[in-house]
């Protein structure tokens, strides 16, 4: 009943829409809102608008108003409810006409088939209530102050993962992800649990509970874990406080993706071990424990993307990472304690990184400076993309070991010396 009595493909016969008229006057009548209509009085009804406008929103990064893409503006008079879908500049006309003032609200659901949560404990998706105003339409800018800034924020980052995507030729992710923004700051984390909930034995909330602790440091009480298993099931958990700012929420989310997109190629049984990883050793742990290759190998593509998409979108350097600091990765031996451990300047930014997850390796299989990774041995390979990387990673590659063979085999054994070295730097070998 949401969308009310129209017919989704907008193609509302003329007798409809004549009934539709005469449905809001006699609704406003019925609510004493219009005088009876006597001696013709209906000839001097006012004409019908249909509302549009342009929704934007604040990015912190370049201080630039963008639009908004693909979110879902609901217009309501009584019981006669329209919508319609922004476009790439943020433009909508919806697609019912109306004789009198209306309600907007903005619905972040998206027209790709995404929709982003508010909280983990709300039934519907995101909304924002606008004013009541003219039929003619309603435009808003999502500035910091607002509430809907960070579903805006999220939502017009997935819609750039999905371009970003698409340019490097790897897989996008399921297309019905539930997103929650949530409005915090510390770790994010991609449970794909609308995917992977009651399968291969991942089914307490007990479990879930546990992971939402470990992955995102998330304590809620039992009866909200139900609530969460049960109607939310959020396939990505992303902190968007608005003090993070645009680049670093496209940055989480970007590498969010990059997991979801991993899970849609890899399955269920494969990101049931992923959690389980993490439940288990609390986040990545120090790199020793049962499938800490396969989190090894996860969390190298979810960093590799998520900075790779970051220079992409806001240029190097930007306030999150500069390309320097993105290719000097230091590898270090799995067991010493360090996961991934990121160095920032006095702006934050992302100066050097290290840790027993391989994170710098994927952009040296791709890029052309021939750095030091340790010890002497040098980066020499340089003939790999994006999408190589991404077809290696395949259901059975469960370790850094297996996707660097995976890698050559369905390449030809392309530079393979090089590739061996960079992996023995990288402690893989
Ligand atoms: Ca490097
Ligand atoms: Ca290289
Ligand atoms: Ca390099
Ligand atoms: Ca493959
Ligand atoms: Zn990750």
Redesign the pocket.
């Known amino acids: 009943m949401e969308d009310g009595l129209g017919d989704e493909s907008g193609r509302v016969s003329q007798a409809l829409t004549g009934f539709y008229y005469q449905l809001e006057d006699e609704s406003l009548r019925l609510t004493g809102l219009l005088p009876n209509d006597k001696d013709g009085e209906s000839q001097r009804m006012p004409p019908s608008r249909t509302p549009t406008g342009r929704l934007q929103v604040r990015n912190t990064e370049a201080n630039t108003l963008i639009p908004v893409v693909g979110v879902k503006v609901k217009t309501r008079r009584l019981v006669k409810l329209g919508h319609g879908w922004t476009n790439g500049a943020g433009n909508y006309t919806v697609n019912k006409s109306y004789r009198y003032d209306v309600h907007y609200s903005v619905s972040f659901e998206n027209q790709s088939g995404f929709k982003v949560w508010n909280t983990l404990l709300d039934v519907n998706p995101a909304n924002f209530n606008g004013p009541k105003q003219n039929r003619t339409g309603w435009s808003y800018n999502f500035e910091t102050n607002s509430f809907g800034w960070r579903f805006a924020t999220v939502t017009n980052a997935v819609r750039r993962y999905l371009v970003h995507a698409s340019a490097f030729g790897i897989g996008h992710p399921h297309s019905n992800l539930r997103i929650a923004a949530l409005n915090r700051t510390g770790a994010s984390s991609a449970p794909m649990l609308r995917r992977v909930w009651g399968t291969f034995g991942f089914s307490t909330n007990s479990a879930f509970g546990n992971f939402l602790l470990r992955a995102n440091g998330i304590s809620l009480a039992v009866n909200y874990i139900a609530t969460v298993t049960k109607l939310v099931q959020p396939d990505l958990i992303i902190s968007a406080a608005v003090g993070r700012g645009t680049a670093q929420i496209y940055t989480t989310t970007f590498h969010e993706l990059a997991h979801a997109s991993h899970q849609t190629k890899v399955g269920n049984n494969y990101w049931v071990k992923y959690i389980n990883y993490i439940i288990t050793y609390g986040s990545y742990g120090e790199g020793d424990g049962n499938n800490a290759p396969l989190c090894a190998i996860g969390e190298a593509w979810g960093n590799h993307i998520g900075f790779s998409m970051n220079l992409r979108e806001f240029g190097n350097p930007n306030s999150v990472i500069s390309l320097n600091g993105f ?1 000097d990765f230091n590898p270090e031996e799995s067991g010493v304690g360090d996961d991934l451990i990121r160095r920032v300047d006095l702006n934050g930014r992302i100066t050097s990184w290290e840790g027993w997850i391989p994170g710098g390796l994927m ?2 299989l791709l ?1 052309n ?3 030091i990774i340790r010890g002497g041995i040098r ?1 020499n390979v340089t003939l790999y993309n994006h999408q190589d990387v991404f077809n290696a990673l395949d259901s059975d590659v469960i370790s850094p070991q297996s996707f660097r063979d995976r890698l050559l085999s369905e390449n030809n054994n392309r530079q393979r010396a090089f590739v061996l070295d960079l992996f023995e730097a990288y402690f893989w070998d």
Request: no cysteine.
């Open positions: 290719e952009h040296d890029d400076n021939a750095d980066d």
